[in-house]
T-cell receptor, first 115, second 109 residues
């Protein structure tokens, strides 16, 4: 149980374009979903927390207009990287939880490369 | 000082050895603690929660030392498959989650 999927698993896009990443909880209803970014050889950095039906809470330093998060249902959250730049190239991972922030279950991640 | 610190390693130990590493945290009000493992280029997977009384799951033992503000992970009889990066996660509050930078463990035959 507690399976989280992400799509796509990897994407290459050109500078200035937008990319949407989907995160789905497959066998449970996720009241809370989290989006992380991880640069090579670094730890995960929490970008934002989203609860179904409400606006996401962004961490300090994360531009909410650049990283658009939508948590439309209890099983789906999306992250849209708008006007992507090469420095946005990273590993984006979502996680989901059904009991607040504890015991998060992670998706397999999306590797984004912006050329 | 980082809020959560881990020795990055790598720890390189022979199969069958016992290995332990710590994770220190700076916020004494931190509430919950977890260990995750992350394989190269994969997502983190929950390994175990860390309870005040300590807890054990097979070959893995996690402990919390609130007085010295650290958590530890002990792996006994290490297997090749234990090679991974181990991340500690500290919840400073219900809404503030901090991942350590990870400790790399490599088990050699």
């Amino acid at each position: 149980g507690a399976v989280v999927s992400q799509h796509p698993s990897w994407v290459i896009c050109k500078s200035g374009t937008s990319v949407k990443i989907e995160c789905r909880s497959l066998d449970f209803q996720a009241t809370t979903m989290f989006w992380y970014r991880q640069f090579p050889k670094q730890s995960l950095m929490l970008m934002a927390t989203s609860n179904e039906g409400s606006k996401a809470t962004y961490e300090q330093g994360v531009e909410k207009d650049k990283f658009l998060i939508n948590h439309a249902s209890l099983t789906l959250s999306t992250l849209t990287v708008t006007s992507a730049h090469p420095e946005d190239s990273s590993f984006y991972i979502c996680s989901a939880s059904w009991e607040g922030p504890y015991e998060q279950y992670f998706g397999p991640g999306t590797r984004l490369t912006v050329t | 000082r980082k809020e959560v610190e881990q020795d990055p390693g790598p720890f390189n130990v022979p199969e069958g050895a016992t290995v332990a590493f710590n994770c220190t945290y700076s916020n004494s009000a931190s509430q919950s603690f977890f260990w995750y493992r992350q394989d190269c280029r994969k997502e983190p997977k929950l390994l175990m929660s860390v309870y005040s009384s300590g807890n054990e799951d097979g070959r893995f033992t996690a402990q919390l030392n609130r007085a010295s503000q650290y958590i530890s992970l002990l792996i006994r009889d290490s297997k090749l498959s234990d090679s991974a990066t181990y991340l500690c996660v500290v919840y400073s509050s219900a809404s503030k989650i901090i991942f350590g930078s990870g400790t790399r463990l490599s088990i050699r035959p």
